[in-house]
């Protein structure tokens, strides 16, 4: 099956810092997400972004996917940043698709 | 408002004792998933339904069943549990996941679950 790969696996910046964690993934993919997942546990999706470049505010994420990676920039970061940062690949398989998640970043954003 | 909604949030039970996690979306979703989510092994996919009765395994499926009767729920049926089902668990959903355009994925709060 598919391999998803993030890095770094740890993080630790001190609050107002740029950061880029980045989404390696091993076969041709049809879909791709970030997310977010707060310290109470709470899954957001950040950006839908099989190609091409999004923003939305201090976030950023790139996919180049004939490359097979994808990037998701952290601008001037805040404590309410701090969390974990999962990228998910998803590819039909059998007609349907699953996806696939990293094993994700951790980020601590200190004041 | 919009969202996925699962129930119990927090769940200690013993092994063997059957249980279900309820999982409701209102936002007309097609898609529906469960995920299983372990310290290092980050999100398992366990089970998926592309629509009302159809449904495929994902990658943990072992221990689970699930259904689909109707569009806005799929709950998650653990039959016999054991204590390596001990995790948090996830339900999410959205529209068309073979549509490139539409395939935002929405989680609901999670579900902790602990088998004695």
Redesign the interface.
Known sequence: ?IQVEQSPPDLILQEGANSTLRCNFSDSV??L?W?HQNPW?????LF?I?SGTKQNGRLSATTVATERYSLLYISSSQTTDSGVY?C?V?W?NT??????????TRLLVSP | EAQVTQNPRYLITVTGKKLTVTCSQNMNHEYMSWYRQDPGLGLRQIYYSMNVEVTDKGDVPEGYKVSRKEKRNFPLILESPSPNQTSLYFCASSLLQDDPNTGELFFGEGSRLTVL
């Open positions: 099956g049809n879909n997400q997310f546990g709470q899954l957001i999706n839908y099989p999962f998910a998803g039909m007609g349907f698709q699953k996806l696939v998640f990293g094993t994700g």
